[in-house]
């Protein structure tokens, strides 16, 4: 809850989020004496204010006029400077009560963060996919309430080049050696590549590899498996079955996509969340009308590995938890996700949303709505990744490089291995 202080100032030196997070993990203690019951609370949200403004309002009105003596005072905060910001504020002592983070950046603030388990019965949290509480539980503590992302992933595939390569709607990859023999049929019948993918961390994760240890303090991801899995993935780019072009940095203009007719389909992974499909429909809307939507593929685990979800936590400063653990329920309750969901691209953390009009009314014969039921299908298998940005940036650094060079795939885990254990440890301070 914030009171009348002086905002504190943002030095504009560079602060890693590990080094800031070491000075103020645990530097704020929960004093049940001081906390209150009615006031203000601050509300921390990312990039929602400029097209979702009146809904969230609504959401802040509602519970203010059901809640007399709470006000709601909404914070909107560009996506990129939401854990900086944060963390100032808990070096600062002058904390948000409510907060949107990423499930994979919870770790980031230690002991900062409340545990909210005390303010929710095993019924409140029944309300939410399984999957999806335990990826924001760190041990036994839930360091926040799930709340929305972006789905699960769905495949799709212009279906003119399958009618080229002579590949039927069957016989569409389920697995990524599948789809590996998938992008070499292409490449031969059509000279096109399959698909623009890397094995990303979420793909190890997908094939059973463990990359971090149980309390998320070092790198296991160096492994004879996980070797094996990055030298099917390098043997497949040389083969043209994945695209030249998927090494990339810009993974928003890669050089052969589905959209400009180079690459044959989506196969799941990072590119293949329904929402995506809103560019092929603007931008390529002659590929849109040929499409055929089908599952994504899976890794060995059996599971779909999505980068995160979004979730409401109470700093450990706030002085208003009780209430501000309430008004996460409100904002994350299944009317009001399903409303969010009506206005824009998203899946909703709790299961009962799933069965609100703008998951059950859907046209199959639209590529869109067909990735939406694809995706809803798929969610009880759907885990996140729980990996911090730093550590998938350092990941896929050493993994372009790995796609088209001779390195051993151990020797670039053991340099994978290596990053991560020295941003582990600067996190932990």
């Not at 909703?348 to 299908?377: C, M, N, W, Y």
């Amino acid at each position: 809850m914030r009171s009348s202080k002086t905002p504190a100032v943002l030095s504009t030196a560079l602060l890693s989020i590990g080094a800031l997070a070491g000075c103020v993990a645990g530097s704020t203690e929960d004093s049940s004496d001081d906390q209150q019951t009615s006031g203000t609370v601050e509300f921390w949200t990312i990039n929602l204010k400029g097209n979702y403004e009146d809904y969230i309002q609504g959401l802040i009105d509602d519970y203010e006029a059901a809640n007399d003596g709470v006000e709601i005072e909404w914070v909107d905060v560009p996506g990129g400077e939401i854990n900086q910001k944060l963390l100032a504020s808990l070096a600062s002592g002058d904390v948000p009560d409510v907060v949107q983070l990423i499930d994979a950046d919870l770790g980031s603030f230690g002991d900062a963060l409340s545990d909210l388990t005390p303010f929710y019965s095993e019924d409140d949290l029944s309300a939410y996919l399984p999957t999806l509480v335990d990826s924001v539980r760190r041990q036994d503590a839930l360091m926040a309430v799930p709340w929305i992302y972006g789905g699960a992933p769905t495949a799709w595939y212009n279906g003119q080049l399958l009618e080229q390569a002579g590949i039927a709607a069957a016989d569409l990859p389920t697995t990524w050696d599948e789809a590996f023999e998938f992008g070499r049929r292409v490449k031969e019948t059509t000279g096109l590549c399959g698909f623009s993918e890397l094995p990303r961390v979420a793909v190890l994760q997908s094939e059973g590899v463990t990359v971090l240890n149980d309390d998320r303090t070092q790198a296991t991801l160096n492994t004879p498996e996980a070797a094996a899995v990055l030298d099917k993935w390098r043997e497949a780019y040389r083969a043209g079955a994945v695209c030249p072009g998927a090494v990339s940095e810009d993974i928003r203009n890669l050089p052969e996509t589905l959209d400009n007719g180079l690459a044959a389909g989506v196969v799941g992974g990072v590119y293949g969340l329904p929402a995506n499909l809103i560019n092929t429909k603007n931008n390529a809307p002659e590929v849109y009308q040929h499409l055929v939507v089908s599952d994504a593929v899976q890794g060995a685990a059996g599971n779909y590995v999505i980068p995160g979800v979004n979730a409401l936590a109470v700093p450990q400063g706030s002085d208003i938890k009780e209430v501000a653990a309430d008004f996460i329920l409100h904002v994350t309750s299944p009317d009001a996700q399903l409303e969010f969901c009506g206005l824009a691209p998203i899946f909703p953390s709790t299961t009962q949303t799933l069965e609100g009009s703008v998951f059950t009314d859907l046209d199959e014969s639209d590529p869109q709505d067909a990735a939406r039921k694809h995706a809803i299908d798929a969610l009880p298998v759907v885990i996140t990744q729980q990996i911090p940005a730093q550590l998938e940036d350092a990941y896929l650094k050493e993994i372009r490089a790995f796609m088209t060079s001779d390195v051993a795939a151990t020797d670039t885990l053991a340099t994978v291995e290596e990053a991560w254990n020295t941003l582990l440890a600067e996190q932990a301070g």
